[in-house]
């Protein structure tokens, strides 16, 4: 299986942790192609929701940007960020959060601030943008990431996004309202998943023809695995990769053709 | 925040001239690469307006301009962000080498500060950020948050974010009339809250509309006049950034500007000098860098997106 | 609050049977003449649901009449007020009687309860209020406020309002689709807020539109699908208030209604058997109480007035 | 002079107390009649504020509610109550609060809650609506109100709306931002005026036949005369007599005819 497929199949395996109606508050980047296909594939009736406060577009491939015309396609609202953010994030109507990042690490903690010291940095990213609202108060977080062993370090250097924190209490210590949201954290290698009891991700399921010593070499913290050890992701039939490539991606904005 | 029912239509000069000053705390529109206030930017650099503190959400090269012109001592924002294009650099690079101050928030968070100055309120109370190093990292911040127990829930922390009242906000929209009184298209992120908790209020336009057509209806009014000071008709103000129902982004020229960015020094220096210092408004910079044929391209691409 | 994007056309029978429950907190849509939610406040009292608590800010005969018919254990609101035509004549009576528990706000402490509601705030800051009886009097309001210091500035009291969040809110508006995107034209009053902060929304409205049009103009809707539980068309659903771009207010109507409210009794009863339980819903009461020329007059009124 | 020109001249002389330009937060009933009085004689380019959310209209006569559709006549907004009383109000950008109410005391606070003891009314009154906020955070406030004599208590049996609390530093020690607003009670005996340094009303004009002693009979708090006596408040001219009549209450909503 080719890394392009492994990509391709990235992006389809975390559209498949979207319900039909579910209101999903989709980051930028990778978020919004997956959230997409999603829509696309068999999610039609989901609400995507962008920050920028476009609420329930039927998005017209491939959106590069919260502030693209795409996403405001036949829109149900133009509104605010607070209309995104506050009156359906924080209020408590997000079944879905939707997130990327620069480092994730055991806790799924999420940083998309800094490299090195806040005060030093070694590279200074982005920032927060939605991502630390979306983990805060979303029941279910999706995280999407490629696989790179820098990409997932024992802890962050900075955590701009809430995952589990320090532990299974972590959230519900710090008075977050979801103190115990699933999470998933979909790479191109495999499917990370929350152990609620430990507030560690465990390796929940795996790509065709990825090793667990595959992704043991390009994580930077432990990998547990449980009993049962990882599933396999489902392969992408024909139909999921011709709709990524023809109707969702179509001319390689995220994923090379 | 001119109350008065008056004509407020002026060049992008004059407004910048009259309302922005050396030290202001300047809120900034638009959205990464969405609706910027390009012009006005440029007309700041040109200015040469010095140690602004830059406030919004998502700040894009509009920011990044000014800080790579050398104007800006402060930002408090969520992201300095152009997406796909990569971080805003000159920004990125001014906070790695420690010449920036920062202050990160959640883009919540900064919509709820622009929403308690909107509404004349002392502070916002969130349950973002709780838990994570935008609020304990270092105590940069400290001034502008505390957290404090909800009074009717036990352990239930609560941060009460400070009221954001900039000196003077600077928005690209599709519509306004010449009282100010403008139509914002499209998403409309934190700028309706910010231009209400702001000082002074200058909005470039793409186009100057009768105030029958506000009267008309007026539910699509997203900022009253009562809040605004300047009107500036600006076609094209808000390029090489998007502007719904009219053109879309300019890739070329971001992935330019990005490019120089990106380096820095004498490169960066060039692209001012002949974009910014070199043009005596933006109009002449459009003239630079916009033949007749790109400029349909981008109308062309908007056209076809909305059916 | 069902966010789910289904269709939720049905009866106001079907949807006061489903969503309001006796002892429900009833968020009350409308200010004094205008645009109540009349046929949903109908049903409600045919339904005999009891220990209601309304909440609003200007409650007018939609709220009366829930007292009026004795369902009602307790308002939070800023006025019981029918304008030019008097209080609210049987909350009145009950509030002097003693029948009645009364929490009285501020029309904007509502409007900020509902508005920490509809973001998932524990509680919003206000300034108003300070240093008058609504916030010292018989600690009545006590569990809804405390007083706290600002924390960034000395003897700067700040009020916190609790949160408000209706169980149910009862609307009527000019225009939603089927799935429960809704338009209201003219003044919004609270009822945005107070939509967003409640558990369930029902709307009755004018007509009911197709989702195309809700689609080809985003910036128009007041309350998208996710808040919206039921959608009823029922035309003259406000009646006997005015409903914007509809029908003017039935002067006469009110009249009567205020008549027999001052009286109270068999009079007051008369009115509820003849008008509310003697009809099976509210089209048996229109046809009761407006013939085709009294309609025409309260349209052509609107219409003058339109332009 | 007839009583039914002193309630002219009561809406007339009200409206004097709003210039061009100003930002009037204007409550329901005479306040209403007497704004529109003022936007169609001498203040044109006033902004018309209405709590339901209706802002900068141009009124067709003659409102009769807040949600009036003569007071949505191409207004500039349709919003809210919060774009109304709190971006407008509470933000501090209301150059004149205009009110009415059923006691006004010495202080110039307004009852519009109740009669009697709140706990055991003799009569229950709508309450507060908008006047608390309006009067809480104006530049300005104008209080219109019939003259009677039970309107006006030496203190009100409740307090809805602040004047000057009870004293000079009645507001500041409260709390308000707006702690030494200027205040005129406009009668159809008389005007009061807030004095800043006792923060009580004083005389300061009295309507053309009216006397001192009238004014006294028909109020129930001590009236207070600065040295230099009462001016009598200016004749209206036959132009704003008709203006009234015929463009502002030409069918005698407000006003006998």
């Keep these: 299986m080719s890394d392009k497929i492994h990509e391709y199949l990235m992006v389809i395996e975390a559209a498949r942790y979207i319900s039909d109606g579910d209101v999903v508050l989709v980051g930028t980047g990778l978020p919004m192609v997956a959230s997409l296909f999603a829509q696309k594939n068999h999610a039609p009736n989901m609400c995507y929701v962008v920050e920028s406060g476009l609420i329930g577009p039927e998005v017209i491939p491939t959106p590069v940007s919260v502030s693209d015309p795409r996403v405001m396609n036949k829109a149900i609202n133009h509104g605010t960020l607070i209309s995104a953010l506050g009156e359906i994030l924080h209020r408590g109507l997000a079944d879905v959060g939707f997130i990327s990042g620069a480092q994730i690490d055991q806790y799924a903690n999420v940083n998309s601030t800094v490299i090195g010291d806040y005060n030093n940095p070694k590279v200074r990213l982005p920032g927060s943008g939605g991502a630390n609202d979306i983990a805060t108060h979303s029941r279910k977080i999706l995280i999407i990431a490629r696989h790179e062993k820098r990409r997932f370090p024992e802890k962050c250097d900075y955590i701009t996004s809430p995952g589990y924190i320090d532990g299974p209490d972590g959230r519900k210590k710090a008075g977050l309202h979801v103190y115990d949201p699933d999470i998933n954290v979909i790479t191109d290698q495999c499917v990370f998943e929350i152990d609620k009891k430990t507030g560690k991700l465990f390796l929940a399921k795996i790509m065709p023809d990825v090793t667990i010593e595959d992704v043991k070499n390009n994580t930077g913290f432990e990998i547990i695995i449980s009993n049962s050890g990882p599933e396999v992701v489902l392969q992408p039939t024909q139909n999921e990769i011709s709709l990524l490539n023809n109707e969702v991606d179509p001319t390689g904005v995220y994923l090379k053709h | ?307």
């Design chain 2, 1 to 307: 925040m001119d109350r008065k029912f008056i004509e407020k239509v002026m060049t992008a000069s004059e407004a910048v001239e009259q309302f922005v000053s050396s030290g202001s705390i300047v809120g900034i529109g638009g959205q990464t690469i969405g609706r910027c206030s390009m012009a006005l930017a440029h007309e700041i650099v040109r200015q040469n307006k010095q140690n602004l503190i830059l406030v919004g959400c998502s700040m894009s090269i509009s920011m990044d301009l000014m800080v790579g012109a050398g104007l800006v001592s402060r930002t408090e924002c969520g992201t300095g962000n152009v997406e796909s294009f990569g971080a805003t650099m000159r920004w990125r690079r001014a906070v790695e080498e420690g010449k920036l101050e920062v202050r990160d928030f959640s883009h919540l968070s900064m919509a709820f500060r622009f929403l308690a100055g909107s509404l004349g309120l002392p502070f916002m109370p969130t349950k973002s950020m709780l838990g994570t190093d935008l609020i304990s990292e270092s105590g940069v911040n400290s001034d502008s948050y505390i957290v404090m127990d909800n009074p009717w829930q036990n352990n239930d922390p609560v941060v009460l974010l400070k009221a954001l009242n900039p000196d003077v906000s600077i928005i690209h929209a599709q519509k306004a009339d010449k009282y100010g009184n403008v139509v914002i298209e499209g998403f409309k992120t934190h700028e309706i809250e910010m231009a209400k908790a702001s000082t002074h209020v200058l909005v470039t336009c793409e186009e100057i509309i009768d105030s029958d057509e506000i009267r008309s209806d007026p539910s699509l009014t997203t900022i009253p006049y009562i809040y605004v000071d300047a009107v500036i008709l600006q076609k094209w103000g808000g390029y090489p950034t998007s502007v719904y129902h009219h053109y879309v982004h300019d890739a070329d020229h971001i992935s330019l500007y990005q490019k120089v960015a990106r380096v820095g020094g004498m490169e960066y220096q060039k692209y001012l000098d002949d974009y910014v210092y070199g043009c005596k408004n933006f109009d002449e910079y459009l003239s630079k860098v916009l033949d007749s044929s790109s400029k349909n391209s981008l109308i062309q691409e908007m056209d076809s997106l909305l059916e």
